[in-house]
């Protein structure tokens, strides 16, 4: 069985600063890693994929993300948060074996604020 | 390309009545689309997946005479809350990915309110 915790339900950051949200997953083969984001009342969009190669993985609106197999780890980071990074965020894990099929975490919420 | 539709993307029943959501893939062929269901500022619990002409799998828990699914074609899939109640009222995400891949494509959401 696979799980994703993302710690921290609400992280809140200042417009400029970093952005850093956890994210560690359980998963007895290797995993494809999945970000979502989530604004109010709309579907998720993918902000960033890693599956094979690369573990430093970019994704759009600057953010990116790192596949560290040793720590179980896919931390999502941005350099310099935006007002309109504001929204809710979550982590996912697939399991190869059964093709797309997602398990998700259970979402953190950034909050920007000026 | 890879875009997903949702229709209605709100709706409000009465207790007892059925609902019908769509979800279409709007360019391109989707051989799994998959149900999920959203409880206000909580993850997305996957109801169930679908595939193009053939009984949907329901997850553990789900209960399959009260959410029906059918994937009649490779661009449509419905689901049908029937007898609804307020119990039931929730986001409800449908996505699709296409012919052996791994991505999952997202629709906007329907948001159900049951009275």
């Known amino acids: 069985a696979q799980s994703v915790t993302q710690l921290g339900s609400h992280v809140s950051v200042s417009e400029g600063a970093l952005v850093l949200l956890r994210c560690n997953y359980s998963?007895?083969?290797?995993?494809?890693l999945f970000w979502y984001v989530q604004y109010p009342n709309q579907g998720l969009q993918l902000l960033l994929k890693?599956?094979?190669?690369?573990?430093l993985v970019k994704g759009i609106n600057g953010f990116e993300a790192e596949f560290k197999k040793s720590e179980t780890s896919f931390h999502l980071t941005k350099p310099s948060a935006h007002m309109s990074d504001a929204a809710e965020y979550f982590c996912a894990v697939s399991d190869q074996r059964r093709y797309s099929t997602l398990t998700f975490g259970k979402g953190t919420m950034l909050l920007v604020s000026p | 390309g890879a875009v997903v539709s949702q229709h209605p993307s709100w709706v409000i029943c009465k207790s007892g009545t059925s609902v019908k959501i769509e979800c279409r893939s709007l360019?391109?062929?989707?051989?799994?689309m998959f149900w999920y269901r959203q409880f206000p500022k909580q993850s997305l619990m996957l109801m169930a997946t679908s595939n193009e002409g053939s009984k949907a799998t329901y997850e553990q828990g789900v209960e399959k005479d009260k959410f029906l699914i059918n994937h009649a074609s490779l661009t449509l899939s419905t689901l049908t809350v029937t007898s609804a109640h307020p119990e039931d009222s929730s986001f409800y995400i449908c996505s699709a990915n296409r012919e052996l891949g791994y991505e999952q494509y997202f629709g906007p959401g329907t948001r159900l309110t049951v009275t």
């Open positions: 890693y599956t094979t190669g690369a573990t």
């Open positions: 360019d391109f062929q989707a051989t799994t």
């Open positions: 998963s007895s083969v290797p995993p494809y």
